[in-house]
């Protein structure tokens, strides 16, 4: 594992991740790659001078052939959504854009972490993995990470606790069909239902849409989300290059023994060093469980359909 991370996509996440990078002193080099040469040097110097005020790293706007020994390519550039457009109605647009970021990527040798934030990212991480010819647990989407916090953070709010004492995922696709799966959920290491005995009774179904629609209402607000997807991809980053095989919901395609068919979609999974080491499938109630068939195939679907437009 180098001492590098490559950045592709020099916009409002991949210049946020740059700056989050570069403060928690992960790498050394960190070299931002936009199709916008102007942006990514712009970009670069100016994170280069908050570096002067931070830990030590070298930080500039590089091309393809520098990202070739990077440890990890954070893949970034795609089609943004506008209006009410939801991730999924964005598909074809940033397949193109992700294609040919990944051929550039791969014809200059690259063999690391490839890391894709692009939406619809489980999709997208599915198109990366196709366009480098990499094994599946290097081809990584940033999937539910950042609901699952959500999740946790709003759980901690309702309960007035810390959101490090809440455990628990949601699932499955990164947008509309998204499960907030409550069965895995542990507050201080008890059971939610447990934990909130004596509270009064949690409407489920109204937490799982106030965590689906977060990214919506944050993007109504100020035109886009950075900060939150920004320390999603910080956070896999850390598990990689320190090893960690912690435990995170991330966008991967799931096993043949999951029921959960051939289109990426999160799962826990176990990231290290060599990217997803393996998967991480909890029980599920049942219904738990026919919710997240239901998000693979709207997946599937949404696939299908983006082949359909690209031919």
């Known amino acids: 594992m180098t001492h590098r991370i490559a950045i592709i996509g020099a916009g409002h996440v991949g210049a946020t991740a740059a700056y989050a990078l570069m403060l928690r ?12 040469q102007e942006l990514a040097e712009a970009e670069a110097a100016d994170l280069a001078d908050a570096d002067a005020l931070a830990r030590p790293a070298r930080i500039w706007a590089g091309d393809y052939a520098d990202a070739a020994s990077a440890g990890i390519a954070v893949l970034t550039a795609g089609a943004a959504t506008h209006g009410d457009e939801s991730r999924l109605s964005v598909a074809s647009r940033s397949a193109a854009i992700v294609e040919q970021c990944v051929a550039s990527l791969m014809d200059n040798g690259f063999d690391g972490i490839l890391l894709v934030a692009a939406n619809p990212v489980d999709l997208m991480a599915q198109v990366a993995l196709r366009a480098s010819g990499l094994p599946p647990e290097r081809v990584i989407g940033t999937g539910t990470l950042l609901d699952s916090a959500r999740l946790r953070q709003t759980l901690a709010e309702r309960f007035d606790v810390a959101p490090s004492a809440v455990e628990g995922f949601v699932l499955g696709e990164h947008g509309d069909s998204e499960v907030a799966v409550f069965s895995t959920i542990r507050v ?8 909130a005995a004596a509270e009064p009774p949690l409407d489920r179904a109204a937490i799982a849409t106030e965590v689906r629609e977060a990214g919506y209402r944050i993007a109504t607000g100020k035109g886009y989300t950075s900060f939150g997807i920004a320390t999603a991809i910080v956070r896999i980053c850390e598990a990689v290059l320190r090893d960690e095989r912690s435990v995170l919901p991330v966008s991967t395609m799931p096993a043949d023994d999951s029921g959960f068919g051939g289109t990426y979609m999160s799962l826990p999974c176990l990231v290290g060093a060599g990217g997803i080491e393996r998967q991480v499938l909890p029980e599920l109630t049942d219904e738990e469980r026919d919710a997240l068939k239901r998000s693979s195939k709207a997946l599937e679907d949404a696939m299908e359909g983006m082949k359909r437009d690209s031919a």
């Open 188 to 195: 201080g290491g008890l059971p939610l239902d447990t934990f």
């Open 25 to 36: 002193a992960l790498v050394r080099e960190i070299v931002l790659i936009d199709a916008n």
